[in-house]
């Protein structure tokens, strides 16, 4: 979960002392981090954008650049559909997936489809992605973009939670895959189900696990971790689809929450709100989940919805610095922005291409095209690549939608590619273009990538 201890910078922070707060901030928050993530280790990626929440790669010995012949594969399973990305930890890789039985698949932005088909869980071996266990059942589908799953499984130990994509919520033992807890959002909160699902992965922190519900009054709701029973509910929004993240600001762990009407913080154990700033994202597509530099935190969503905060140092306060315009700032839907040294980075789903933006106010410093359509010259609607940092470095890996990785080097002065490969093939369809819309998993020198037919294990390994 996404831990940093904050600090008050009026005048903007510049790279040197937003990289030695960052690596302080990292030393002295290791032992709480951990806790957090409770028994995975620091080589495994637990959940959503790894065990921090903060999409940092941190092993070391990992390559920083791809050759020209690729890198080598350890192994490829067959899956089903899904657009959620795997989580790894304990010696399994757990992946969600659709399995379609009846019913026209489709993708309209603004039309569910209708499908008859399974939900699973797979729990398959990291060395050799052989299945170990499966946990599966009948789901019908009436949603847009009906492939599978959103939400990558959430691994606390010995449980692993998961989200279905209309809104079945259960807690399973990862040595078995059996039922220890279930739920269901529609059933059990009378909650209307996101027309493109329910999305927001699971978080645990300390005995509760949280996601967004939608509804009056429960909007986010957090759920006793051993026993699903309700611990408090907050928020009179719909549910969205961002998955809500923690920050250590203002003396205190705040839980926060970007949601169709805007972006809240709240006192974890009690639900008890801090603050809120209004934001107002189109088709309530609160989705890229907010990123932190420093006291900064940058929130951002279609159009021109984007807002930089600062978070205060001693109190759990927050105030908004600037608002994004349509030819400043970057507007993130799919993948979530990185923010490093002053410098966000991110895929605009308005222009689709990948853009850096300076913190202190939204100005571009460049765009390219190169990490999510190589050959596009003007815009492609929803240009999507997840950018994950090599720990404390200016390295990324990034996969594109085309079904590539690659290492780029990512400054405020441009955009360096270090080679790329290609790993699956685009078996989704968005815009009347192949796309791969999954975040991949990076744990123990391996990279985990997933489309809609297999799951791939890549090996990280710097010769």
């Not at 809500?244 to 709240?266: C, D």
Request: aromatic content about 10%; some cysteine.
């Amino acid at each position: 979960m996404r831990l940093m201890r904050l600090n008050r910078n009026r005048n903007g922070i510049t790279a040197k002392s937003a990289r030695l707060k960052r690596s302080c901030a990292r030393l002295l928050l290791g032992a709480a981090v951990l806790s957090v993530a409770n028994t995975a280790s620091a080589d495994d990626w637990p959940g959503w954008m790894g065990a921090q929440r903060d999409d940092v790669y941190r092993e070391s010995g990992v390559v920083t650049e791809i050759p020209s012949e690729g890198l080598p594969v350890k192994w490829r399973h067959p899956v089903g559909a899904g657009y959620s990305g795997p989580a790894v930890a304990g010696g399994k890789v757990f992946v969600t997936d659709y399995l379609t039985s009846s019913g026209q698949l489709f993708n309209d932005p603004g039309q569910r489809a209708k499908l008859k088909g399974r939900e699973r869980l797979l729990a398959l071996d990291e060395q050799t992605g052989e299945v170990i266990w499966e946990y599966a059942y009948d789901r019908p589908y009436d949603i847009s973009y009906p492939s599978g799953p959103r939400a990558t499984p959430t691994i606390d130990g010995d449980r692993v939670y998961f989200l279905g994509a209309e809104g079945d919520f259960a807690c399973l033992d990862t040595s078995d895959g059996s039922v220890i807890w279930k739920r269901n959002l529609v059933a059990d909160f009378a909650a209307d189900v996101p027309i493109w699902g329910f999305s927001g992965h699971p978080l645990v922190h300390g005995e509760l696990v949280y996601t967004m519900v939608g509804g009056e009054g429960q909007g986010l709701v957090a759920f006793d971790k051993k026993t699903g029973e309700v611990r408090w509910k907050a928020l009179d929004t719909p549910a969205g689809y961002c998955a809500p993240t923690l920050v250590q600001a203002g003396g205190t762990t705040q839980l926060i929450s970007f949601h169709p009407e805007g972006v809240t913080s709240f006192d974890p154990e009690t639900g008890k709100p801090f603050w809120e700033i209004a934001v107002s994202p189109s088709y309530e597509m609160a989705v890229a989940v907010p990123a932190f530099d420093g006291n900064l935190m940058y929130v951002s969503s279609i159009h021109t919805e984007a807002v930089m905060i600062e978070l205060d140092s001693s109190t759990p306060t927050a105030k908004e610095l600037w608002r994004g315009e349509a030819k400043n700032a970057v507007h993130c839907s799919n993948a979530p922005a990185a923010f490093d040294d002053g410098v966000v980075y991110g895929t605009d789903c308005n222009q689709g291409d990948l853009i850096a933006v300076d913190a202190k106010n939204g100005d571009r410093l460049w765009s390219t095209f190169q990490a999510t359509k190589p050959d596009e010259k003007r815009f492609i609607k929803h240009g999507t690549a997840f950018i994950t940092q090599i720990g404390d470095s200016d390295r990324y890996y990034l996969m594109s939608e085309t079904g590539d990785l690659l290492v780029a080097k990512l400054t405020a002065k441009g955009y360096e590619e270090l080679g790329r490969m290609k790993v699956v093939e685009p078996t989704g369809e968005a815009f009347g273009r192949p796309v791969v819309w999954s975040h991949p998993a990076y744990a123990n020198h391996a990279a985990f990538i997933r489309n809609d037919k297999e799951i791939v294990a890549v090996d990280l390994t710097a010769k």
